[in-house]
């Protein structure tokens, strides 16, 4: 009996790679990208020359341009930008079983988490939605380095059967109930790489970077908490696990972004140089508001959003981190 497709919404680099793991194990993959273009080039070429020339595409998969086609599938896994997941969920077709929302963010303007914009825009219930969220630096996993991911989902079965799904000998995964902290985690993580990316720009060292990493993992708990995740995911595999991994990597674009800001470059000419979606830059404006609404202090998130903005240059974000008021390190 002939398995059914899963369908991979988005054709970037997350998209192609998550499409990748799949077809390697012979599964049949539906991979939808909205650029007919580089659709026609992958379908003609198997590689995708644009976003992940490194992966060479199984015969499993099946690049197309129309959604209408993933009506066939039992699960649809959402790997467009957080921008898009409000306008692309919409248009989905609810035959899908389950939803893997594998991308990371949170919407910007709204401040939303994705699975919260899906429920509104889709009309799913929580329980056919899970999220897969880790150190997951797509260029990693298609080169079967070992790698680690987490499928969180408030429905056991729905986790256990995404777990069964992505499992490979180079890819573990794990599951986890805890929905709120493990979207929370793989989203603000990527704020601190921005910072750190400017750090290591500046030229600072490791003491800089352990610092900004450690006191920004404190910043992503408290706000956890205060919106109803359990503590421990942040010192997990999509908190501490993906916070340390995207800023230590020059493959990863909020660190590049992060980088060039710190070089002397605008960050809006920093965005177009990279050519993809930073996730940390509209993050960090939503987080900001966020913490506000919840009365959560973070400094760190504050400074970079601000930088972000183009309201401080980055001497003076740093000066004003280091002269703040003497604090005890759990207050």
């Not at 790698?147 to 573990?172: G, H, I, K, Y």
């Amino acid at each position: 009996m002939k398995a059914e497709p899963i369908g991979v919404v988005g054709a970037g680099s997350w998209g192609t790679a998550l499409a990748w793991v799949l077809g390697q194990q012979g599964q049949p993959v539906y991979l939808w990208g909205r650029n007919r273009a580089l659709i026609q080039q992958m379908a003609h070429e198997r590689v995708n020359r644009r976003y992940l020339p490194e992966a060479i595409l199984p015969d499993s998969i099946t690049p197309i341009a129309e959604l209408d086609a993933l009506s066939a599938c039992p699960l649809l896994v959402l790997a467009v930008p957080s921008a898009a997941i409000r306008e692309v969920a919409s248009q989905l077709p609810q035959s899908g079983r389950y939803w893997v929302i594998a991308a990371k963010g949170l919407e910007p303007g709204t401040g939303k988490r994705l699975s919260e914009v899906v429920q509104e825009s889709a009309g799913l219930p929580l329980e056919r939605l899970v999220v897969l969220s880790g150190p997951n630096l797509a260029v990693e996993m298609v080169r079967g380095i070992p790698t680690a991911t987490v499928a969180a989902s408030v429905n056991p079965d729905a986790a256990a059967e995404v777990q069964q799904l992505f499992m490979t000998p180079s890819l573990r995964v794990y599951t986890n109930h805890d929905i709120i902290g493990v979207e929370l985690g793989g989203a603000l993580k990527n704020v601190y790489a921005i910072g750190a990316g400017i750090s290591d720009g500046l030229g600072f060292g490791d003491n800089t970077k352990g610092a900004l990493l450690t006191r920004g993992l404190a910043e992503m708990r408290r706000l956890g908490v205060a919106c109803g995740a359990q503590p421990e995911t942040f010192m997990g595999l999509t908190g501490v696990g993906d916070l340390f991994a995207t800023a230590a990597s020059k493959l990863s674009r909020n660190y590049r972004l992060g980088y060039a800001i710190a070089q002397g470059v605008a960050p809006a000419d920093a965005l177009r140089q990279l050519g993809q979606v930073a996730e940390g830059y509209p993050t960090a404006l939503v987080a900001e508001q966020l913490a506000c609404q919840h009365q959560v202090e973070m400094p760190l998130l504050s400074a970079i959003a601000n930088l972000l903005r183009g309201l401080c240059g980055v001497r003076d974000a740093l000066q004003s981190l280091m002269t703040r008021p003497p604090k005890g390190e759990h207050e």
